[in-house]
């Protein structure tokens, strides 16, 4: 599958939720480089990646910031763009927070609807969980889990006992109903948070066109007459469904559909396609971040490491070590290949167990034995060696030499007892001889030297 933008720019206006500064919104294709921000307003223009590593604020939504200039409650935006498939676009903004709108993702989405949404060439790079990953934040009791899946599946579970609603919980089995299940769902305050927030001006762009307001229990209308009075307010009744919006929900557990948007919003900033089931236990945009952080780094590790050989040592090798001798020269001290675990037409895995008993290490250092670069490009060519002469008939009779040796690079040092597990790849397919192959080796998970190996096989004359 492809990676997906918009096909052409699109605008919206509309105030801050938390400034009420009048901002404009131009959300525009690009071809590769995710999602990014840019503000316009200031000079040069800064850029700024939906990245989770550039997260600064979490408080009552999410911003980002490049050194001095942010752009705050970004995870509206950010969720309509993801649960849309939206993965590249360039967002220009004229102020320091994108509008709130009418509290939901549905503007976005129309806005997205209206220019319509084409692929671009790159590939999809998707993150998948292959392990269980927990973060759990004791202060709060807020926790987000992640586990495997074949899909991207998420849960929320949310529990305000204070306030007028009940513990709700929600969920999304495919992002393909986030347009009709999640994206109307809007933003909510609890009337003990409004006085807090009213009191310190940190909702000017707060009113009940934008968010649900959701009483607390036991909270009086004569109590909330007193608080409307004292900030110069409308007057407001409190529903029976404890709203005091003169409105009716969308649906029974828009709360939780709400914390789910904000929680598909926090997570793009991963950057990919996640495949994998999320749990969230009263999730906040802090915590959110966090774990998407974590699993950005996981991404990170899990794309480094693709095409990284498995070995389990339980299973039955394809060759011992008497069959590598049938079919290469090499003898003590110079066999540096155990066993082969894998081999195809294209490609061979074979295992090297590095001990201290290895000649070498007398000297390759006396007190700090590291097993020597060349020897570890030696032992990936003679890996590639059971590959080429896999070809040919009577490999017994047929020698490998080295005729070069490209971008070889050695990125962490390899000491007695670690297992190498050699990769060899042809690059090209042997003609005449000629093998061109690339060569990986590991320990464990990690890549400690690689390098494009050529060599000829000749055979012996008599």
């Given at each position: 599958m492809?990676?997906?933008?918009?096909n052409e720019s699109v605008v919206l206006y509309g105030k801050g939720l938390h400034t009420a500064k009048e901002t404009t919104v131009k959300i525009i294709p690009a071809e590769n480089g995710g999602i990014k921000f840019k503000r316009?307003?200031?000079?040069?223009?800064?850029?700024?990646?939906?990245?989770?590593?550039?997260?600064?604020k979490t408080s009552r939504s999410t911003t980002i910031a490049s050194g001095e200039v942010s752009v705050t409650t970004i995870e509206h935006l950010m969720s309509a763009l993801h649960g849309m498939?939206?993965?590249?676009?360039?967002?220009?903004?004229?102020?320091d927070e994108i509008p709130i709108l009418d509290g939901s993702a549905q503007p976005f989405i129309k806005a997205i609807d209206s220019v319509g949404i084409r692929d671009v060439e790159e590939e999809i790079d998707e993150y998948v969980v292959t392990e269980p990953i927990n973060l759990k934040d004791e202060a709060t009791g807020s926790e987000i889990i992640a586990l495997p899946g074949d899909k991207y599946e998420l849960h929320v579970i949310i529990d305000f006992p204070g306030a007028a609603v009940d513990q709700q919980t929600a969920g999304v089995h495919n992002l393909e109903d986030y347009r009709s299940e999640i994206a109307p769902c809007r933003t909510f305050v609890f009337t003990n948070e409004l006085e807090h927030l009213l009191a310190h001006d940190l909702i000017k762009g707060g009113d009940l066109s934008n968010a649900l307001v959701i009483a607390e229990k036991g909270l009086t209308q004569e109590k909330l007459d007193e608080m409307t009075t004292?900030?110069?307010?409308?007057?407001?009744t409190i529903n029976p469904n404890g709203l005091i919006n003169n409105t009716t929900l969308h649906f029974n557990n828009e709360l939780a559909r709400h914390k789910l948007l904000d929680l598909i919003g926090d997570l793009a900033l991963v950057g990919k396609r996640i495949k994998g089931k999320i749990i969230a236990i009263k999730p906040g945009h802090k915590i959110n971040t966090d774990f998407a952080r974590i699993l950005k780094k996981k991404a990170a590790e899990q794309k480094k490491s693709k095409g990284r050989p498995m070995y389990d040592p339980d299973l039955a090798p394809l060759m011992d070590v008497e069959k590598v001798k049938s079919m290469l020269p090499h003898r003590f001290p110079f066999l540096l290949v155990d066993k082969i675990i894998e081999l195809s037409a294209n490609h061979?895995?074979?295992?090297?167990?590095v001990t201290f008993n290895e000649e070498f290490f007398q000297g390759h250092f006396p007190g700090n034995p590291v097993f020597p670069g060349v020897?570890?490009?030696?032992?990936l060519a003679q890996t590639g060696g059971i590959l080429a002469l896999s070809t040919v008939e009577e490999p017994e009779l047929w020698d490998t030499y080295f005729l070069k040796m490209d971008n070889v690079k050695f990125k962490a040092k390899v000491l007695p007892g670690d297992t190498l597990i050699l990769k060899m790849e042809l690059l090209t397919p042997i003609?005449?001889?000629?093998v061109h192959m690339q060569g990986s080796a590991y320990v464990g998970s990690k890549l400690v030297s690689?390098?494009?190996?050529?060599?000829?096989?000749?055979?012996?004359?008599?």
């Open positions: 492809k990676l997906r933008t918009i316009v307003d200031v000079s040069p223009a800064v850029t700024i990646p939906a990245d989770p590593n550039f997260v600064t498939g939206v993965d590249n676009a360039v967002i220009e903004v004229d102020n004292r900030f110069h307010l409308p007057r407001h061979v895995v074979g295992i090297k167990n020897l570890q490009m030696e032992a003609r005449r001889g000629i690689e390098g494009e190996l050529i060599a000829q096989i000749v055979k012996r004359t008599k």
